[in-house]
């Protein structure tokens, strides 16, 4: 199985990389970024291959990406279920890494990749298999809905386009479809979620529409490390104290 690579060049010049391939079956054994305990809710097969592939897929779009070690980072969540690389814990390393967002619609995976300081969610559904009406409601309201209900507005570049912001703003359930409001069909589209500008970008093929949104990262996520060592940097800079210590091993060694 190969991956498709598509390298970005997005508004305000971030690093940004797409990733397609085949949903597929894999040997869990070779694959570097799985999730045994997610491993363990699925309940059919399709979704164990979906996750499979998009992990086997990220572990090639970080190989692309380049200067990664992929055996020292992993693959954590957010309390809002959002993932991200993350360096191992204990080997106190502190490698620069992209943000990611996953997407998987049968048969296909994709995976974004963007420079760290930035955020970014895609989004993939087959041309063949637009939303059906009856959702529009849980998508959309007020004029918006309207549009939907009329055709004027696309539902499936609708769908998708709230997906990805959905994604790319790492807000889970405390974030409502509704509330994203696309102005039109052309994927201009610039919307306002607290201090961020989400930005859209179609990258559809053939067979898929597919939406990347992404803006500037005005939450970004820490782990316990990036505190720890934060603290370590203010402690050095903080005077004499410190210095005093570092004196005081000096002299007892």
Same mark, same amino acid.
């Given at each position: +199985?190969?991956?498709?690579?598509?390298?970005?060049?997005?508004?305000?010049?971030?690093?940004?990389?797409?990733?397609?391939?085949? =949903?597929?079956?894999?040997?869990?054994?070779?694959?570097?970024?799985?999730?045994?305990? %997610?491993?363990?809710?699925?309940?059919?097969?399709?979704?164990? @291959? %979906?996750?499979?592939?998009?992990?086997?897929?990220?572990?090639?779009?970080?190989?692309?990406? #380049?200067?990664?070690?992929?055996?020292?980072?992993?693959?954590?969540?957010?309390?809002?279920?959002?993932?991200?690389?993350?360096?191992?814990? #204990?080997?106190?390393?502190?490698?620069?890494?992209?943000?990611?967002?996953?997407?998987?619609?049968? *048969?296909?995976?994709?995976?974004?990749?963007?420079?760290?300081?930035?955020?970014?969610?895609?989004?993939?559904?087959?041309?063949?298999?637009?939303?059906?009406?009856?959702?529009?409601?849980?998508?959309?309201?007020?004029?918006?809905?309207?549009?939907?209900?009329?055709?004027?507005?696309?539902?499936?570049?609708?769908?998708?386009?709230?997906?990805?912001?959905?994604?790319?703003?790492?807000? #889970? +359930?405390?974030? @409502?479809?509704?509330?994203?409001?696309?102005?039109?069909?052309?994927?201009?589209?610039?919307?306002?979620?607290?201090?961020?500008?989400?930005?859209?970008? @179609?990258?559809?093929?053939?067979?898929?529409?597919?939406?990347?949104?992404?803006?500037?990262?005005?939450? *970004? =996520?820490?782990?316990?490390?990036?505190?720890?060592?934060?603290?370590?940097?203010?402690? +050095?800079?903080? #005077?004499?104290?410190?210095?005093?210590?570092?004196?005081?091993?000096?002299? @007892?060694?």
């Amino acid at each position: +199985m190969a991956a498709t690579f598509r390298w970005l060049e997005l508004e305000n010049g971030p690093r940004c990389l797409l990733a397609t391939c085949p =949903i597929m079956k894999h040997s869990p054994e070779k694959l570097q970024f799985l999730d045994w305990d %997610e491993i363990k809710t699925f309940k059919t097969a399709k979704r164990q @291959n %979906e996750h499979f592939s998009a992990r086997w897929l990220l572990e090639e779009a970080v190989k692309e990406w #380049g200067g990664i070690d992929c055996s020292g980072i992993y693959v954590h969540r957010t309390e809002e279920r959002a993932p991200y690389l993350r360096a191992i814990q #204990g080997l106190w390393i502190q490698p620069t890494l992209p943000c990611l967002s996953i997407a998987h619609s049968q *048969p296909l995976a994709c995976v974004a990749l963007i420079d760290q300081g930035w955020t970014v969610g895609v989004d993939a559904e087959p041309f063949d298999r637009p939303p059906s009406p009856s959702v529009f409601d849980m998508m959309a309201k007020g004029q918006e809905l309207a549009l939907l209900q009329s055709g004027k507005l696309d539902a499936l570049q609708t769908w998708t386009s709230k997906e990805a912001v959905h994604k790319a703003a790492r807000m #889970g +359930m405390h974030l @409502n479809p509704r509330d994203l409001v696309l102005s039109s069909n052309d994927l201009k589209n610039k919307i306002a979620i607290a201090n961020s500008i989400f930005q859209l970008e @179609n990258l559809s093929n053939d067979a898929y529409h597919i939406t990347l949104a992404w803006a500037r990262d005005s939450h *970004p =996520i820490r782990t316990l490390e990036d505190d720890l060592l934060d603290a370590t940097r203010e402690a +050095m800079r903080s #005077g004499d104290d410190w210095k005093v210590g570092c004196a005081t091993i000096r002299k @007892n060694v």
